[in-house]
């Protein structure tokens, strides 16, 4: 403790990933902002309210004493509201900082979060690296945001939204994380970013409208270069790999895995992709590199279904997929949605039928949500929906916010009630899993973490200077 407070410093800019429910990852792209702020000449730190738990007195100690310049604030849309009561108290301790949001939810709606946000003063827009930090230059130095490809901000009552800033078309050009920004012993698993940009038309995602369209492949020995670091520095042999679509280039998966082989790495990994996009050959080379787990995106058991979704796949594609995946020795996961265009007890029926005949080892069942920036948000009507909620604590994936106009609300409910109880999600007894309370009102993101005697006389201690866990904030 001692330690860590004589590692104290002030910053010029501080990061923040707010709180959400479900497992803990490590915030990837605060750790790219930090990176590319480093090499730039910018000094920051990161905080995680996930596995960094504040209270609020102790919060408001920390961000006095760092004192940044600036404070920038990721978020989904699921935890968009805990992320809005940060940037309010941000303004309460530190009026004189600028305040910015990043993230998909604020890139999808720039207007309504800076009209409805009154502490936020920008919002970066998409891919953020080169954008946050052509920014933080300019207020460091007084300086405006006019010109800054990919800026939001306000101008009297205007808001005002610059051209889109340039993507990285070389990912390799990035810094590679610094795990030592953040306690990576708080993860139960480490993650490793492989591809940004997704070419598929998805109507539930908005990953292609965050990242664009074109894929961009890291260069696998990078990968392979920060798994080694993972595994070797940091004792992490369990990692998960995140691309929009891991295995779309079987050319690259193959160099990938050589790689790891070639090095002798030991180390146990998991992926999530398309079931059009695998093949048993690859699969196996996939095992042989200690690929242990893969996630499929199935989502639906009728192929019309899949269509209206965007999902050009067929279930004989399924089936394979799966398949080979279970004997090239793979534990396979599976995401199901439904509350979906062209649903109808019959389409539902056959997706249990799928469920119950494709071997897998795991079944995730969400809901349909209408995130902004995707063509559900924007034209539900052309999909037979329709939005009957704009509260985005409920945006979860497993809370019902949309109505099938052909399948109403009155008919799905019964029929889903049913098919949940056939499925007999529940693994452990007296476990009940979220989608069950898809009706209710889901519990609000506690954002400050109650303090207890510990926490009181830990105060005392640190009141002549330093702040909680100052080695990795």
């Known amino acids: 403790m001692i330690f860590e407070i004589l590692m104290f410093r002030m910053v010029d800019v501080l990061l923040i990933s707010p709180p959400f429910r479900g497992l803990k990852r490590e915030p990837l792209g605060l750790y790219y902002l930090s990176g590319v702020l480093k090499v730039g000449g910018v000094s920051s730190s990161v905080i995680d309210f996930n596995v960094q738990p504040f209270s609020l007195t102790d919060f408001r100690g920390y961000a006095k004493?760092?004192?940044?310049?600036?404070?920038?604030?990721?978020?989904?849309?699921?935890?968009?509201?805990?992320?809005?009561?940060?940037?309010?108290?941000?303004?309460?301790?530190?009026?004189?900082?600028?305040?910015?949001?990043?993230?998909?939810?604020?890139?999808?709606?720039?207007?309504?979060?800076?009209?409805?946000?009154?502490?936020?003063?920008?919002?970066?827009?998409?891919?953020?690296?080169?954008?946050?930090?052509?920014?933080?230059?300019?207020?460091?130095?007084?300086?405006?945001?006019?010109?800054?490809?990919?800026?939001?901000?306000?101008?009297?009552?205007?808001?005002?939204?610059?051209?889109?800033?340039?993507?990285?078309?070389?990912?390799?050009?990035?810094?590679?994380?610094?795990?030592?920004?953040?306690?990576?012993?708080?993860?139960?698993?480490?993650?490793?970013?492989?591809?940004?940009?997704?070419?598929?038309?998805?109507?539930?995602?908005?990953?292609?409208?965050?990242?664009?369209?074109?894929?961009?492949?890291?260069?696998?020995?990078?990968?392979?270069?920060?798994?080694?670091?993972?595994?070797?520095?940091?004792?992490?042999?369990?990692?998960?790999?995140?691309?929009?679509?891991?295995?779309?280039?079987?050319?690259?998966?193959?160099?990938?895995?050589?790689?790891?082989?070639?090095?002798?790495?030991?180390?146990?990994?998991?992926?999530?992709?398309?079931?059009?996009?695998?093949?048993y050959p690859l699969l196996k080379r996939m095992r042989m590199a200690g690929c242990r787990e893969i996630q499929y995106g199935i989502d639906y058991g009728d192929e019309g279904v899949l269509k209206l979704l965007g999902k050009d796949v067929s279930i004989e594609e399924i089936d394979d997929a799966v398949r080979w995946a279970k004997r090239a020795g793979l534990f396979v996961g599976a995401f199901f949605i439904f509350n979906v265009p062209g649903e109808d007890e019959e389409t539902m029926e056959r997706t249990f039928n799928l469920i119950q005949r494709v071997p897998v080892d795991a079944v995730e069942v969400n809901l349909l949500t209408p995130y902004p920036g995707t063509p559900l948000w924007h034209r539900p009507g052309e999909f037979g929906m329709r939005i009957i909620n704009f509260d985005f604590d409920y945006y979860t994936t497993k809370r019902y916010v949309m109505e099938n106009l052909n399948f109403p609300k009155n008919r799905f409910v019964p029929a889903f009630k049913r098919l949940l109880r056939r499925l007999n999600l529940v693994p452990i007894p007296g476990y009940q899993p979220e989608i069950y309370d898809f009706l209710k009102r889901p519990p609000r993101i506690e954002v400050w973490r109650r303090r207890g005697l510990g926490d009181f006389f830990s105060s005392l201690f640190r009141a002549s200077g330093g702040g909680p866990s100052s080695t990795h904030l």
């Open 65 to 279: 004493r760092a004192n940044p310049r600036i404070v920038g604030v990721t978020s989904y849309t699921f935890n968009f509201s805990a992320a809005v009561r940060i940037l309010e108290e941000v303004k309460r301790c530190l009026p004189k900082s600028t305040t910015v949001l990043g993230g998909v939810h604020a890139s999808a709606l720039p207007n309504e979060v800076l009209r409805n946000t009154k502490a936020l003063d920008y919002v970066v827009i998409g891919e953020g690296e080169c954008a946050f930090l052509e920014l933080c230059r300019r207020i460091l130095n007084g300086e405006g945001a006019e010109g800054v490809g990919g800026i939001a901000y306000r101008e009297e009552d205007k808001t005002l939204i610059n051209p889109p800033s340039h993507q990285l078309v070389d990912l390799d050009g990035l810094p590679l994380p610094d795990r030592r920004m953040l306690p990576i012993e708080r993860y139960p698993v480490a993650s490793v970013q492989t591809s940004r940009g997704c070419p598929y038309s998805c109507i539930f995602c908005n990953i292609n409208q965050f990242y664009g369209r074109r894929i961009r492949l890291r260069d696998p020995r990078g990968v392979v270069d920060e798994c080694s670091i993972l595994v070797n520095k940091y004792k992490k042999d369990n990692i998960f790999f995140f691309g929009d679509a891991f295995t779309i280039s079987s050319d690259w998966v193959e160099r990938f895995c050589d790689e790891i082989i070639r090095r002798g790495l030991k180390f146990t990994w998991g992926c999530e992709t398309r079931v059009d996009n695998v093949s």
